[in-house]
């Protein structure tokens, strides 16, 4: 098959689809779980289980926290996942667009 782009299981051109990201899909892929993972944070602060959840994850590494987990805020945990899911679509897009540029 020289020559001729095989088709995946998808349906998609299987040797297009390896080269190129598209950079708007792969930022909101990005940042959609990284946003989503700091939504569940916000949760299980707001839940009261994030100090135990901390101290768990710290003492499963053989270490001692020397962090607190404060109160849970609305406003703050709005802020953290807005922040951190656009810098994850920041981070995706600019990733994808270098990969293209590394790709042709």
Do not use: E
Request: overall charge positive; aromatic content about 14%.
């Amino acid at each position: 098959m020289s020559g001729v782009a095989r088709k995946s299981t998808a349906g998609h051109f299987a040797d297009t689809a390896a080269s190129h990201l598209r950079p708007h899909n792969t930022g909101v892929a990005l940042g959609a779980l990284i946003g989503g993972w700091h939504l569940l944070w916000a949760i299980v602060v707001a839940a009261g289980w994030g100090q135990p959840l901390l101290d768990f994850v710290f003492w499963m590494h053989f270490m001692r926290s020397a962090f607190m987990i404060d109160s849970f805020s609305l406003v703050r945990g709005v802020v953290l996942i807005a922040v951190t899911g656009a810098g994850g679509y920041g981070f995706g897009y600019v990733g994808a667009a270098i990969w293209n540029w590394l790709h042709p």
